[in-house]
């Protein structure tokens, strides 16, 4: 289990601001999922904190970041759930608010023996976030090496996001999960754009490629549509990896061989440590690789930040990896 902090070997480095979701997540353990009017019994149920941008926030805490976490709660009690754990992991809160009058965000989300996951959410305070709010937060890019972001807030702050970024000239980093119509021009300055298969197919990345399509054909597909799409790209591969490109090339990574017990926030824990890294100078394979690492140690334990590991631990995996 992750514990409060980061781990030793590296400090703090650039500071990434993190506006995103936070949800509490409510997890049943199941053998399998249920049919349509089938009702199963869970073998276990947990409720933790969850919410892409908290998820993803810790994870770049632990990675070693200076973490700032832009939010909204609710005036509810899951609302205290959500602020028990960041005072767990130590991270700072002082930039998430409260909207009276509406629930925390909450994640309703199955877990199967194979490890897979359904998840339902519902905003609730998160969607109260809007451009208004994001400008009223845009003081906090002063200094920032790297701003990220993720679909589940409301498109027009994110495009608010995009924008204020650009402006600031700080790095812009968008996890598009889950797939929303955000604009053009706020893509183009993602730098980089992250998406699974899935999510780049919604945006006219990798149109006709299967879903076990080659790391390289993924790959080749990134590079096509860097600084036309994005700045540069990375596409995530689940238990494969992940591809990566920008203007100076374009890379795969190879996931290790794990045993995967939970797959809930894998892809968070990556894109965290993704956003750690590129903030502290790194280039992008060397990020990418970082990420991997992540998200492949996250897979082998329960729930989302609890199954996160420490900067040490991921670095010392992503050693063993290659970025080709």
Not at 74 to 95: I, K, M, Q, S, Y
Not at 137 to 150: C, F, K
Not at 184 to 213: C, I, K, M, Q
Not at 257 to 283: F, I, K
């Amino acid at each position: 289990m992750a514990e409060a902090g980061p781990a030793g070997g590296g400090g703090r480095h650039g500071a990434v601001v993190v506006f995103g979701s936070v949800n509490v997540d409510a997890t049943s353990y199941v053998a399998d999922f249920p049919r349509p009017g089938e009702t199963v019994h869970s073998r276990d149920f947990r409720v933790a904190l969850g919410g892409k941008g908290a998820n993803q926030a810790v994870a770049a805490h632990l990675a070693g970041a200076g973490v700032e976490l832009v939010a909204r709660l609710g005036d509810d009690a899951n609302a205290e759930v959500a602020r028990a754990a960041f005072a767990r992991f130590g991270l700072p809160t002082d930039a998430v608010g409260v909207v009276p009058g509406e629930p925390t965000g909450i994640a309703q989300i199955t877990v199967a023996e194979s490890g897979e996951n359904t998840i339902i959410v519902t905003a609730g305070a998160n969607a109260s976030f809007d451009a208004d709010a994001v400008r009223s937060e845009a003081a906090r890019l002063d200094g920032a090496a790297l701003v990220l972001t993720q679909g589940e807030l409301p498109v027009r702050s994110i495009e608010a996001i995009a924008a204020a970024s650009d402006a600031a000239g700080v790095r812009f980093v968008l996890n598009l999960a889950p797939p929303v119509a955000v604009s053009r021009s706020a893509l183009a300055v993602a730098d980089p754009l992250v998406v699974n298969v899935h999510e780049a197919r919604t945006l006219g990345l990798g149109e006709g490629l299967a879903d076990d399509a080659s790391a390289e054909t993924w790959r080749d597909a990134a590079a096509s549509v860097v600084g036309a799409l994005a700045r540069s790209i990375v596409v995530t591969l689940g238990d494969r990896g992940a591809v990566a490109a920008d203007a100076t090339g374009s890379w795969s990574v190879a996931a290790p061989r794990v045993a995967a017990v939970d797959t809930t926030g894998a892809g968070d824990a990556a894109t965290g440590v993704l956003a750690a890294m590129l903030a502290e100078g790194r280039a992008l394979p060397d990020a990418v690789r970082a990420a991997v690492a992540a998200g492949a140690l996250a897979v082998q334990g329960r729930g989302t930040v609890d199954s996160y590991a420490r900067r040490d631990d991921v670095l010392a995996l992503a050693d063993r990896t290659e970025a080709v």
